[in-house]
């Protein structure tokens, strides 16, 4: 079991180069130099594509879906990981389950970007500032459902400025 997490110091410059790190293990973007295997395969192969979850520090859902909608093609689209009802639970999406993307705060969307990644038990979990926007009971929420991926084998590589 693998947790990195990565402390970036506090700035007020724009963080897309600073995250561009985590595009390459995603297979969003290629290595600037070496190269990188996940899970013994190029990053950008089909089947390692499948195996990471990614939770970027901007969110952006299509504005007309609903949240149940978005959670249900996260669900098909990793046919390989078993969907784990009792973390959507645990989360308590239910509140917020027929609610269009557009009517959500930023925090409500990162809590949902979260339970796409967290709830469908992938090997890998890539988080950029996974608790930007939320309260800090929820913030502490996020550390241990993270902890719990950790805990039933995920590696989990974030990078927070907590």
């Known amino acids: 079991m693998l947790t990195t997490r990565v402390f970036r110091p506090y700035s007020s410059a724009p963080t897309a180069p600073a995250s561009r790190h985590y ?5 969003a973007a290629a290595a600037f130099r070496g190269w990188v295997a996940i899970f013994g ?6 089947e390692a594509r499948r195996r990471p979850g990614y939770v970027p520090q ?5 504005q007309l879906l609903r949240v149940g909608e978005i959670l249900s093609f996260v ?5 390989g990981a ?3 009802d009792g973390v959507t639970d ?4 239910d509140a917020l389950w027929r609610r269009q993307c557009s009517e959500l705060s ?10 796409c990644a967290l709830a469908s038990t992938l090997d890998l979990l890539i988080l950029d500032e ?3 926007g939320l309260d800090f009971g929820m913030q502490e929420r996020v550390w241990s459902l993270l902890e719990a991926a950790r805990e039933r084998g995920a590696a989990v590589f974030c990078a927070t400025y907590f």
């Open 90 to 93: 645990a989360m308590r999406l």
């Open 23 to 27: 595009w390459i293990p995603w297979g």
């Open 75 to 79: 669900r098909n689209a990793y046919p």
């Open 106 to 115: 930023g925090g409500e969307q990162r809590w949902v970007a979260l339970a």
């Open 58 to 62: 901007q969110i952006g859902f299509p």
């Open 41 to 46: 395969r190029n990053p950008r192969h089909g």
């Open 82 to 84: 078993v969907w784990d």
């Open 130 to 132: 996974p608790t930007t």
